[in-house]
């Protein structure tokens, strides 16, 4: 099968950084290069929430508008790795943080709506355990 882990949560102040890892082990089948990797967060009580992906093969990357300019996803396709460096961190960005992957890229969406369309849940069909990532003075 396939399994994901993650790594790299903590605590940490306001203002200050982390840079979160997810390593993907592929089982026979699997080619990383055809799969798009995504964070998603979660905070008690609410909605699981798409923070950012990046398509495995070319680099394309999506942002929620609330980590924007602060968030970079980054891969390592020798590594098949993908790493989220979280900078300017708030409280608000206290969560669990999970990884998620994907098959291939969502088709047949206007370049508008595609970053939101990709960041659903609903598209992603395998998930890692989540790592708590908690900023707070």
């Known amino acids: 099968q396939l399994q994901l882990v993650e790594s790299g949560g903590g605590l940490v102040q306001p203002g200050g950084s982390l840079r979160l890892s997810c390593t993907v082990s592929l089982s026979s089948g699997f080619t990383f290069d055809l799969y798009t990797t995504a964070w998603f967060r979660q905070a008690p009580g609410k909605e699981r929430e798409g923070v950012s992906c990046i398509r495995n093969k070319d680099g394309t990357t999506f942002y929620a508008e609330s980590v924007k300019n602060r968030f970079t996803i980054s891969k390592d396709n020798a590594k098949n790795t993908v790493y989220l460096q979280m900078n300017s961190l708030k409280p608000e960005d206290t969560a669990v943080y999970y990884c998620?992957?994907?098959?291939?890229?969502?088709?047949?969406?206007?370049?508008?709506?595609?970053?939101?369309?990709?960041?659903?849940?609903?598209?992603?069909?395998?998930w890692g355990q989540g790592t708590q990532v908690t900023v707070s003075s």
């Open positions: 998620a992957l994907g098959w291939g890229t969502v088709g047949g969406v206007s370049d508008a709506n595609v970053g939101d369309v990709e960041l659903r849940p609903s598209r992603y069909d395998w």
